[in-house]
């Protein structure tokens, strides 16, 4: 039976589980490997392929205003306006789990943000939809589960496009639900899976921080000053930590327009009594001179070494590298992708494009509020939420199987991947 | 004198406030400001290029040491200087040559006092050269002023010459101040209009289809791109929106306003979009003598990613931005910090940045510079 086809580039798992349950469940490692090549995404301006989802999509899709050419292969950005409508669709959709529901609204209103977060919510709200499940009868639980979980993660994907870890993390429980022995009671099933999604959070996420954290902390050396973009998690992990191991550095926090996230770690680490220096994206080449080591925070690592990482990580990292400063990138393996990217454009994620005209807080600058129709049509806002950063600007990149260059990543990509798919 | 020390005094207090934005009113009003001065000075009889000279360099010094980033104020002081030297040259060339060429004596110290072309011919002569030629390691280390050097052949023939000599000379000393302001006035004339004249290039540097990014906001640029559009090339340009000042998105309205396709992005996105950018076209604060450029701050990193990307990066400066000093440790010393409420709220941030609560050494410092050095090998034209 058909998945429902996903509207972009999600995980190939659709194409890939369908072929293996025509199979057998145990085939060879062969031919695991090759429908394991993620076919061409699909565009959203594409419409043999788009057409289906968006008569099924529960948002209503903005307006095509101020649309920038270039990234027309991509979908509009939803922002949070979108929630009372969503809200009162919520008796409609009763085939959505309200856990996940949840998460999809936190999602599309920006409460969550950061690949680890998103993804452990994710997986949390499926664990506590596959706890209530139950089959229907004259269905098999892996193909009704399947499809049910593919409902939800299209859902999912409508609130806010999927972040790469969170694309691994369901290719993941798909194939734990393929692979579930057809012997097994419907209950002994659905702890299993719950038990295995427990241990995938717990050895991907938590312990792999816990690595990447010791790892990091040996390059962190007294009288440091050490730059972090944007506000990363694991970097905040890092910094806090060699805090209390007693190193004495300073941080550098630098942060961006619109979302300004930088501006809430800093408050996380001035609390702990870290002594910071804030700025902002523009002023690095001035401050580039004293800094000695810079730590950025990946959102996925593709197979080339291309870091995809929030928007600006790219200037950052070639600035540093023009002034010969060394760049850590400290990502957990599980966010390591196959695909190759070459730039920012072919594949992105649009943010709201008002979010720039707005600068909060200084009603000095509001400079393009009060636009004519005319100013209107020939002006375009972009709002781009990720970027990709080459591979030679990054010196080493930090992960839970150690500290490895970015020319490593497809080896951990082929020799690592097999084995969470195989537990 | 009077009124124009106080026009003097406040000009420097506007300087040193900051009062004043942009190089080029600045640059306008300090020719302006130093037209006054000059045409106030009172001229001696005799050496008025020292006289004028030494007023203006007083005045310049001043108003360099009020605000020493403005690099515009120094350029234009020197300019004037060297129109001073530049007429006061011309004029007694022009003498020179004038008077009969027979009746030149070489003499600088005995003149021959038996005709007036002879003598006047002497004193023009040693005038000049006191004027031609740059002033000696003796007399710049124990600063005896140039114009010592002159009085003693010109007094000699003065008292004997009486009026002619006299009326020969102020009206020399009128015909160099008046030359001296007509230049200035063309000075200023050439600041003002240095928009028009860049512009009238643009045709040959943007072609159609063509995509330009741009940062932040400069008078120059939107000239630039809105005499090409006049021409009816239709081209596309990006400006990055040049946090912490947002000027980019007052250019951006500019842009659209006059019918331009534009695209405002976010100083992040630089990098992600510079693969698809045709050239970098920039303003530019002050063009210093290495050839490196002070630049509004992030100018440095899109210049970066320009080489990286083999985009062309063109800067465009007016000729009172040409600065003949060269960068030391210009992000430091060329360099302004503005206020931190720019990136922070004083009020949400107020726990943080409290630092007499206790802890000593205060843990939050917010840089906010002002400029970005870009340099010389970064810069393609």
Redesign the interface.
Known sequence: MKQPPQKKDGPPVASSIAASERIGVDRSVEKERKKDLPPPRKQFDDESRGGRAKRRSVLNQPEARNR?E?FRHLPPHKNGTQLPSLESKFFELHEKHPAVYKVGLQYLAGDLSGGNARCIAMLQAFQEAIRDYSTPPEKTLTRDLTSKIGGFVSFLIECRPLSMSMGNAIRFLKSRIARLPLTLSESEAKTTLCSDIDRFINEKIVLADKVILRHAATKIRDGDVLLTYGSSCVVEMILLYAHELGKQFRVVVV????MLEG?KL??RL??K???????????????M?KVTRVFLGASSIFSNGTVYS???T??VA??AH?FRVPVLVCCEAYKFHERVQL???CF?ELGDPDA??K?P??VD?N??DN?TD???E???????KY??TPSDYISVIVTDYGMIPPTSVPVIVREYRKEYLLI | MPDTQALVNDFLNKLKKRKIEGSQATAKQTAELLRSVISQTRMPYTNQAAALIHSVKAVGERLIAANPVELAVGNVVRRVLHIVREEDLSLTTAAMAGLNLSAESDDEDDTDRDNHPALSAAAIAAASRSTLRPPSLQTLLEDVPDSAAVPHTSSSGGDSEGKSKSADKSSRSRKLKHDVIEAVNELIQDISTCHELIAEQAVEHIHQNEVILTLGSSRTVLEFLCAAKEKKRSFRVFVA??????QG??L??E???R???????????????I??VNMVIVGAHAVMANGGVIAP??L??VA??AQ?HAVPFVVLAGSHKLCPLYPHHP?VLL?ELRSPS????FG??SD?LDFGSG?G?????????TF??VPPKLRRA
Do not use: W
Not at chain 1, 273 to 287: D, E, F, K, P, R
Not at chain 1, 378 to 384: F, G, K, P, V
Not at chain 2, 361 to 369: C, E, F, S, T
């Open positions: 920038v270039l942060d961006s327009h619109p501006q800093l408050r001035v609390v009594g870290l002594s910071c220096t804030y700025t902002q994206l523009n002023a690095i080449s001035y401050v001179h929030t928007v600006g790219a200037s070639m600035v023009a730039d920012s454009i992105n720039i005209s600068v807080g200084r600058v400079y393009l636009l005319k100013q209107k020939n002006l375009e806002l972009l709002n781009l970027d990709a | 929106e040049g946090a912490p000042r947002y998105h007052l951006a309205k842009l659209v306003t019918g331009l396709q534009t695209t405002l992005i976010t100083d992040s996105a630089v990098f992600a979009m693969s698809r701050v992030g440095n990193m970066l990613a990286k992000e360099n720019e990136l922070l709220d949400e941030f943080c802890i050494a205060p843990l939050l410092h917010v840089v906010n510079p970005d050095y």
